[in-house]
C-alpha cells in the first residue's frame, strides 16, 4: 500500500472540496431577490446547494479522518473488522474505513 499516494490524493481532494464549500457557503450569503417568484426559486437552490454542502462535509470529516488513520500508520486497515481493505477499493474511495464486506453491512 502506497500511503504517500494515497495522502496525495486525499490532500488534492481536501483542497478541492475546501474551495467548493467556500463557493456554496458564498453562494448562499448572496442578498436575496426582492421579487416573491425570484425567491421562491431562490430557496430552492438554496436547499440543494445545502444538500450539497453537507454531503461535502461529511466527505471533508471521512478524508480529514483518513489522513489520520495515515499518520497513525492504520490506513487501509478495516475500522469495524480489522480486514485489510483491497487496494481496489481504496484506489475508488481512499477515504473508505470500511472493507467490502463490512461497508456491505455483511
Ligand atoms: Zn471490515
Do not use: F
Not at 51 to 56: D, I, S
Not at 70 to 87: F, H, L, P, Q
Amino acid at each position: 500500500m502506497d500511503t504517500n499516494h494515497q495522502e496525495k490524493v486525499l490532500r488534492d481532494r481536501w483542497h478541492e472540496l475546501t474551495a467548493r464549500l467556500r463557493k456554496i457557503d458564498t453562494d448562499l450569503g448572496r442578498t436575496r431577490a426582492a421579487d416573491d417568484e425570484d425567491r421562491a426559486i431562490e430557496s430552492e437552490n438554496d436547499e440543494v446547494l445545502e444538500g450539497l454542502g453537507q454531503a461535502g462535509e461529511d466527505e471533508l470529516r471521512a478524508i480529514d479522518a483518513a489522513l489520520e488513520r495515515i499518520a497513525k500508520g492504520t490506513y487501509g486497515i478495516c475500522a469495524r473488522c480489522g480486514a485489510r481493505i483491497s487496494e481496489a477499493r481504496l484506489a475508488v474511495l481512499p477515504q473508505t474505513p470500511l472493507c467490502e464486506d463490512c461497508a456491505a453491512g455483511k
